[in-house]
């Protein structure tokens, strides 16, 4: 009964920027308008990828569940994180933390495959047009986006199970603004290898192989615009992808730094995070789902037409 008294935690205390008071208040009024942003714009992504016909194609199929992905991401922790900084209460619930987690990270595995899965398109509709309607069919893109989805929510369902059973030995101090698993693996009081290798193994399904397809899709993509005799074909071919390559970039300079190498557990007095750490957590967490709605907006023309036409009322030109 004394090894189960001292093992469990009912609750977790999530500091955030508890040491900076000064700073909250700026980082509410900031963070509340980013969260606006990231629902209206991804919101309106959403909703001309489903009313404008002419967006009916995979890339814009993409695009809206990315533009979900995005807020649903984003409303699993910024809610919570709001209201702790407005209301100073800070403690969430075990099984809160543990849903927040399997959220945050299914999320994350989704994206990674779903950047892949735009990848592979953009290179079957520059590289082998002629067959694109044939090999990326409804039945086909409709599929891509449910395995990622499916595969994203059982690889968090793998990593949240295995991080909440771990015992914790009364400490419940998460320094972090959410559950994010490495800062919960951190306050375990047993061996975590098991979690180090299932995770490791996980960066390599949902980051490097999807990147992978990423780079050798561009690859030949690049290749096959170089070959291109019309400048006005190299630039349309291009204009296609910018916009997801600059989400790439983005996306997975940023998973990269908090993921690819995760951390065993630190000495008492070492579990602090620091400050870089959790200004990457908060760029991944919040501005990146603002920026991809704004750079999709900029860089793509059918997007912009889109919502030209939903703003005015007009026919698209």
């Keep these: 009964m004394d090894k189960i008294n001292q093992t469990f935690v009912s609750e977790f205390l999530l500091l955030g920027l508890s040491g900076y008071p000064k700073i909250e208040i700026i980082y509410f009024a900031v963070i509340l308008v980013m969260y606006l942003v990231i629902l209206i714009g991804n919101g309106v992504l959403i909703i001309v990828s489903i009313f404008d016909s002419r967006l009916h194609i995979p890339m814009y199929f993409f695009l809206g569940n990315l533009s979900f992905l995005d807020i649903c991401y984003t409303s699993s922790s910024v809610p919570s994180t709001l209201v702790s900084l407005v209301s100073k209460k800070r403690n969430i619930s075990f099984s809160g933390c543990a849903v927040q987690m399997f959220f945050g990270f299914a999320m994350g595995s989704t994206e990674c495959l779903l950047l892949g899965m735009m990848a592979f398109d953009r290179y079957v509709a520059i590289?082998?047009?002629?067959?694109?309607?044939?090999?990326?069919s409804k039945v086909?893109?409709?599929?891509?986006?449910?395995?990622?989805?499916?595969?994203?929510?059982?690889?968090?369902?793998?990593q949240t199970s295995l991080a909440m059973q771990l015992p914790f030995c009364g400490n419940n101090i998460i320094n972090h603004f959410t559950c994010e698993i490495l800062?919960?693996?951190?306050?375990?009081?047993?061996?975590?290898?098991?979690?180090?290798?299932?995770?490791?193994?996980?960066?390599?399904?949902?980051?490097?192989?999807?990147?992978?397809?990423?780079?050798?899709?561009?690859?030949?993509?690049?290749y096959t615009i170089s070959r291109m005799n019309s400048a006005t074909g190299r630039h349309k071919a291009f204009s296609t992808c910018s916009a997801h390559l600059t989400v790439v970039i983005i996306?997975?300079?940023?998973?990269?730094?908090?993921?690819?190498?995760?951390k065993s557990q630190e000495r008492p007095g070492e579990d602090k995070l620091q400050t870089s750490d959790k200004l990457i957590s908060l760029f991944y967490g919040v501005v990146t789902p603002m920026l991809n709605p704004i750079i999709y907006s900029l860089r793509n023309k059918g997007v912009k037409a889109a919502v030209k036409y939903l703003l005015n009322k007009k026919p698209i030109q």
């Design 140 to 158: 086909v893109y409709v599929l891509m986006a449910a395995v990622s989805w499916l595969s994203g929510g059982i690889n968090s369902m793998v």
């Design 183 to 222: 800062a919960v693996l951190k306050l375990a009081c047993a061996d975590i290898s098991l979690n180090i290798i299932t995770m490791v193994i996980s960066n390599i399904a949902f980051l490097v192989l999807p990147l992978l397809v990423i780079f050798f899709s561009y690859m030949f993509i690049l």
């Design 127 to 136: 590289c082998n047009p002629l067959r694109y309607p044939i090999i990326m």
């Design 251 to 262: 996306f997975y300079g940023t998973i990269f730094f908090m993921y690819a190498k995760p």
